[in-house]
């Protein structure tokens, strides 16, 4: 049963856990001929890495890939690509105090009842650590396909929320929060130290991630539909909660009028449409627009404020969790979101061109 992998012709299986030797990404798929360096990989590895900033868990891994195959001089081969990362700062005398208690909020108590045994360390394989192999996979589809573009930003956190009047795309990468907003930025720093420091708190977020250049007629009807896949993706995300595409949930407040994209004729003969309602998906089928998706991160369950549980004798006990953790992972599951609509579009991508060639139906 392979419930590891993900993915149909560009598919990737993770393994490892959070304070084990290494882990990483078995990347099968990828076409040949694909320029691929570890230093591509790293580039983005570095924006979800731990321990760069005060925001995020002091873990300090350097998460520095090492690729094993599949690649010949610097090109894919068409085989399967391993990718390694070695953990180097592990604290697993810090989950000791654990090791017989389940934490709220965290998997520890289902992987017991599931599987009779489980990794109290860090929370082993249920571990946020294991998404740092989803972003060196995503970051072997983005080589095989640099004219899209993927960007991820915080939109919220916690009740706080971004002035989209103020989105300046320049600025995303210029703050800790990955904020288009600049002065929400500031107020986010201020307001998680606070809930870090003196709350002893966490606070959950909301991620956007937009995919701008995606070919139109991608995707296929019912079961194969673009944005269920996109949807299974960031839902399979570490502490993810609910996904929205385009309008999401807010599209039950609009009528029949607002909601439509109206279409028209551009001037180089392709159509244009007067909004994005949609997310840039009708039908499960892209349309070339900018393709648009969101999920909502629950807060961090691992906090220094006593919560209550339970033993695994079923004796009550009260729960304070040691270690290092991140005030708000929404953070750095920006570009964990981003190496998943990569790996879900390259996907979309070789299906579409294994169905269909490549034809599509002419307009005008």
Same mark, same amino acid.
């Given at each position: 049963? !392979? *419930?590891? !992998?993900?993915?149909?012709?560009?598919?990737?299986?993770?393994?490892?856990? !959070?304070?084990?030797?290494?882990?990483?990404?078995?990347?099968?798929?990828?076409?040949?001929?694909?320029?691929?360096?570890?230093?591509?990989?790293?580039?983005?590895? #570095?924006?979800?890495?731990?321990?760069?900033?005060?925001?995020?868990?002091?873990?300090?891994?350097?998460?520095?890939?090492? *690729?094993?195959? $599949?690649?010949?001089?610097?090109?894919?081969?068409?085989?399967?690509?391993?990718?390694?990362?070695?953990?180097?700062?592990?604290?697993?005398?810090?989950?000791?105090?654990?090791?017989?208690?389940?934490?709220?909020?965290?998997?520890?108590?289902?992987?017991?009842?599931?599987? @009779?045994?489980?990794?109290? +360390?860090?929370?082993? +394989?249920?571990?946020?650590?294991?998404?740092?192999?989803?972003?060196?996979? @995503?970051?072997?589809?983005?080589?095989?396909?640099?004219?899209?573009? *993927?960007?991820?930003?915080?939109?919220?956190?916690?009740?706080?929320?971004?002035?989209?009047? +103020?989105?300046?795309?320049?600025?995303?990468?210029?703050?800790?929060?990955?904020?288009? #907003?600049?002065?929400?930025?500031? %107020?986010?720093?201020?307001?998680?130290?606070?809930?870090?420091?003196?709350?002893?708190?966490?606070? @959950?977020?909301?991620? %956007? &991630? &937009?995919?701008?250049?995606?070919?139109?007629?991608?995707?296929?009807?019912?079961?194969?539909?673009?944005?269920? #896949?996109?949807?299974?993706?960031?839902?399979?995300?570490?502490?993810?909660?609910?996904? %929205?595409?385009?309008?999401?949930?807010?599209?039950?407040?609009?009528? $029949?009028?607002?909601?439509?994209?109206?279409?028209?004729?551009?001037?180089?003969?392709?159509?244009?449409?007067?909004?994005?309602?949609?997310?840039?998906?009708? @039908?499960?089928?892209?349309?070339?627009?900018?393709?648009?998706?969101?999920?909502?991160?629950?807060?961090?369950?691992?906090?220094?404020?006593?919560?209550?549980?339970?033993?695994?004798?079923?004796?009550?006990?009260?729960?304070?969790?040691?270690?290092?953790?991140?005030?708000? &992972? $929404?953070?750095?599951? &920006?570009?964990?979101?981003?190496?998943?609509?990569?790996?879900?579009?390259?996907?979309?991508?070789?299906?579409?061109?294994?169905?269909?060639?490549?034809?599509?139906?002419?307009?005008?």
């Amino acid at each position: 049963m !392979s *419930i590891n !992998s993900f993915g149909h012709l560009f598919r990737f299986t993770t393994w490892g856990e !959070s304070h084990g030797p290494a882990l990483g990404a078995t990347v099968d798929g990828c076409p040949p001929g694909v320029e691929i360096s570890e230093a591509k990989i790293q580039h983005w590895l #570095d924006k979800r890495r731990p321990g760069q900033n005060k925001n995020t868990t002091q873990r300090n891994e350097p998460d520095a890939v090492e *690729i094993l195959s $599949g690649v010949f001089e610097g090109r894919s081969t068409g085989t399967p690509i391993q990718l390694m990362i070695r953990n180097t700062d592990q604290r697993s005398k810090d989950y000791g105090d654990i090791a017989q208690t389940f934490r709220p909020g965290h998997a520890d108590i289902t992987y017991h009842q599931k599987y @009779g045994l489980r990794d109290y +360390r860090g929370g082993g +394989r249920s571990s946020a650590r294991e998404t740092a192999a989803r972003v060196a996979a @995503g970051g072997v589809a983005r080589a095989a396909m640099p004219d899209v573009q *993927i960007t991820g930003y915080m939109v919220q956190m916690g009740e706080k929320k971004i002035d989209r009047s +103020r989105f300046d795309w320049d600025v995303i990468e210029q703050n800790d929060f990955w904020c288009p #907003d600049p002065v929400a930025a500031v %107020e986010w720093e201020d307001y998680l130290q606070w809930l870090r420091k003196d709350d002893h708190n966490s606070v @959950g977020a909301i991620i %956007e &991630v &937009v995919a701008r250049n995606v070919p139109a007629g991608i995707g296929a009807p019912i079961y194969g539909k673009l944005d269920t #896949d996109l949807a299974a993706a960031m839902m399979s995300i570490n502490a993810v909660k609910g996904v %929205e595409i385009g309008e999401g949930m807010a599209a039950a407040a609009l009528t $029949g009028r607002e909601n439509a994209d109206e279409i028209f004729m551009g001037n180089d003969g392709q159509p244009v449409y007067s909004s994005n309602h949609a997310g840039g998906i009708l @039908g499960g089928i892209s349309t070339g627009q900018d393709v648009v998706v969101r999920f909502a991160v629950k807060p961090t369950s691992s906090i220094l404020s006593p919560r209550k549980s339970i033993r695994m004798d079923g004796s009550p006990t009260e729960v304070i969790t040691k270690g290092r953790h991140d005030p708000c &992972v $929404g953070i750095r599951a &920006v570009p964990v979101g981003e190496a998943m609509m990569a790996c879900v579009i390259l996907d979309h991508i070789l299906l579409d061109r294994g169905q269909t060639g490549g034809q599509r139906g002419h307009i005008g």
